[in-house]
């Protein structure tokens, strides 16, 4: 059974950075493509960012600029570099692996910007 943990989440302030990382209890090379989704209250949940075993990124309008994805495969962990945070990119922040047969959905961790 494969496992993603989430962690990094907590409150910052906006203009304020934080790095999620999602880590995965196989080789990460078997899930492709990875992504980073966020659900906000109220809201659908949304993907943020993807990344695929040849690097390839995808971002949303909304954090272009402002977020990067990337991978450590040693280390078999996927990270999401949030900078300039806003008060609208508060929400619950999830990874999404892709497996052969399925996908594979982290806990979460919650993402809070405010002054």
């Known amino acids: 059974q494969v496992q993603l943990v989430e962690s990094g989440g907590g409150l910052v302030q906006p203009g304020g950075s934080l790095r999620l990382s999602c880590a995965a209890s196989?080789?990460?090379?078997?899930?492709?493509?990875m992504l980073w989704y966020r659900q906000a209250p109220g809201k659908q949940r949304e993907a943020v960012a993807s990344?695929?075993?040849?690097?390839?990124?995808n971002y949303a309008d909304s954090v272009k600029g402002r977020f990067t994805i990337s991978i450590d495969n040693a280390k078999n962990t996927m990270y999401l570099q949030m900078n300039t945070l806003k008060p609208e990119d508060t929400a619950v922040y999830y990874c999404?692996?892709?497996?052969?047969?399925?996908?594979?959905w982290g806990q979460g961790t919650q993402v809070t910007v405010s002054s």
């Open positions: 999404k692996g892709s497996g052969w047969t399925r996908d594979y």
């Open positions: 196989t080789s990460i090379f078997s899930l492709n493509p």
């Open positions: 990344i695929t075993s040849g690097d390839r990124t």
